[in-house]
T-cell receptor
Framework: QKEVEQDPGPLSVPEGAIVSLNCTYSNSAFQYFMWYRQYSRKGPELLMYTYSSGNKEDGRFTAQVDKSSKYISLFIRDSQPSDSATYLCAMSASPEKLVFGQGTRLTINP | SQTIHQWPATLVQPVGSPLSLECTVEGTSNPNLYWYRQAAGRGLQLLFYSVGIGQISSEVPQNLSASRPQDRQFILSSKKLLLSDSGFYLC?????????????FGSGTRLTVV
C-alpha cells in the first residue's frame, strides 16, 4: 500500500464549477500537509499549507485535513481555465522528507 | 529573495552516456537540497537529499549519484544512462529543518534517453 493515494484523473469540469481534489494516507505520523500546483513542463509550486487538522482558506482555495480519517482535500471555487494544471498533495512527519501523491490532472473548460 | 536555478531544461542522451545535472540556490545559507524524478503519469520520487556539504542520503538504489560540493550546489550524475532513467528531474530546496513547511522547486530538466 502506498503511503499517499491520489486519484490521477484526469478531471474535467466547466468554468465556474467547484472542484474537489482529495488524497488519503496511511501514516498516522504525518502532521504537515501541502498542496502543490504544477503546470505542464514546469516545477511544482506550493499552493496551500496546513498543519494538523482543520481548514485553511486562501482566496478561491480551501484546504481541509481530517486526521481521524487520514483524508485531505483541496476545494477550488469559481474555477478558471488558468486553474488547469496537475495538483499534487504532499505530507510529512519529518523536515527532511515530503511524501507526494501521484497528482490529479485537472482541466477547466471555458 | 531566494531563487533556485536548474539546468539544462531539456536533454537528449544516448544509452550508456554520462549525465550531469546541476542545481544552485541563491539567497539562502545551508539549505536542505533534494533531487526528485517524475516519470510520465507518476508522482514525485525522491532520489537524494542533502542537509549539508558532502552529506547525501540516497532513497532509491539505482545507477544515479548525487554530490554537494558547495553549500548551495547540488549535482545529479550518472556514469552510464539507462533507458529507464528518462523522466523529469526536479531539484528543490527548503530552509534547514523547515522542510515540513514545503519545498521550493526548480523548473526541472526533461531527460530523454534514446
Amino acid at each position: 500500500q502506498k503511503e499517499v493515494e491520489q486519484d490521477p484523473g484526469p478531471l474535467s469540469v466547466p468554468e465556474g464549477a467547484i472542484v474537489s481534489l482529495n488524497c488519503t494516507y496511511s501514516n498516522s505520523a504525518f502532521q504537515y500537509f501541502m498542496w502543490y500546483r504544477q503546470y505542464s513542463r514546469k516545477g511544482p509550486e506550493l499552493l496551500m499549507y496546513t498543519y494538523s487538522s482543520g481548514n485553511k482558506e486562501d482566496g478561491r482555495f480551501t484546504a481541509q485535513v481530517d486526521k481521524s480519517s487520514k483524508y485531505i482535500s483541496l476545494f477550488i471555487r469559481d474555477s478558471q481555465p488558468s486553474d488547469s494544471a496537475t495538483y499534487l498533495c504532499a505530507m510529512s512527519a519529518s523536515p527532511e522528507k515530503l511524501v507526494f501523491g501521484q497528482g490529479t490532472r485537472l482541466t477547466i473548460n471555458p | 529573495s531566494q531563487t533556485i536555478h536548474q539546468w539544462p531544461a531539456t536533454l537528449v542522451q544516448p544509452v550508456g552516456s554520462p549525465l550531469s545535472l546541476e542545481c544552485t540556490v541563491e539567497g539562502t545559507s545551508n539549505p536542505n537540497l533534494y533531487w526528485y524524478r517524475q516519470a510520465a503519469g507518476r508522482g514525485l520520487q525522491l532520489l537524494f537529499y542533502s542537509v549539508g556539504i558532502g552529506q547525501i542520503s540516497s532513497e532509491v538504489p539505482q545507477n544515479l549519484s548525487a554530490s554537494r560540493p558547495q553549500d548551495r550546489q547540488f549535482i545529479l550524475s550518472s556514469k552510464k544512462l539507462l533507458l529507464s532513467d528518462s523522466g523529469f528531474y526536479l531539484c528543490a530546496w527548503s530552509v534547514e529543518g523547515m522542510g515540513s513547511y514545503g519545498y521550493t522547486f526548480g523548473s526541472g530538466t526533461r531527460l530523454t534517453v534514446v
